[in-house]
């Protein structure tokens, strides 16, 4: 059955961390999916909307629509960038997002691990951590492979 997969445990669990980030984000003036673009900025701010694609592993428009968005509502800003398209980079109102934000995220794993003993927690990151590092690994293999 699907839901006795690995992958479907992992949609739930997913699913129930984004119902309590949700209404943060909201408050804040975000849907869920636009942080994950406005982290990437604000590790490296003035990334190109190629360079956002390759780094969430997303689909051109999938970025394009976010950033219309962002910049719609303020929080980003597009200029030219010299050849290699459009660079997208953050306004102050986006800059002023990253602790709200961050402060959700850390929240919601507070709520997530609440309960758990702190080996249990080291075990669940240091399994979760091998295998993102494995599912990108053989991602990566993929693409070269295609």
């Known amino acids: ?9 992992l ?8 119902s309590t980030i949700a209404p ?3 408050e804040l003036g975000l849907h869920p999916g636009q942080e994950l673009l406005l982290s990437q900025l604000w590790r490296h ?6 360079e956002l694609v390759e780094r969430l592993r997303v689909e051109p428009p999938t970025v ?6 962002l910049e719609a509502a303020g929080f980003v800003r597009r200029e030219a960038g010299g050849g290699r398209g459009r660079r997208v980079l953050l306004t102050d109102a986006g800059r002023a997002l ?3 934000v961050e402060q959700a995220w850390h929240d919601a794993d ?3 691990l609440d309960g758990l003993a702190a080996r249990d927690e080291a075990a669940a990151r240091a399994a979760l951590d091998r295998l993102r590092d494995h599912a ?3 991602l990566h293999n993929d693409e070269l492979a295609g």
């Open 1 to 9: 059955m699907i839901e006795d997969s690995l992958s479907f445990g």
């Open 11 to 18: 949609l739930k669990l997913m699913k129930a961390t984004r």
């Open 24 to 26: 943060v984000l909201a």
């Open 45 to 50: 701010d003035a990334l190109t909307q190629a």
């Open 64 to 69: 394009t629509k976010t950033v219309r968005r």
């Open 98 to 100: 990253q602790a709200p």
């Open 110 to 112: 507070r709520r997530l």
């Open 136 to 138: 990108i690994s053989r």
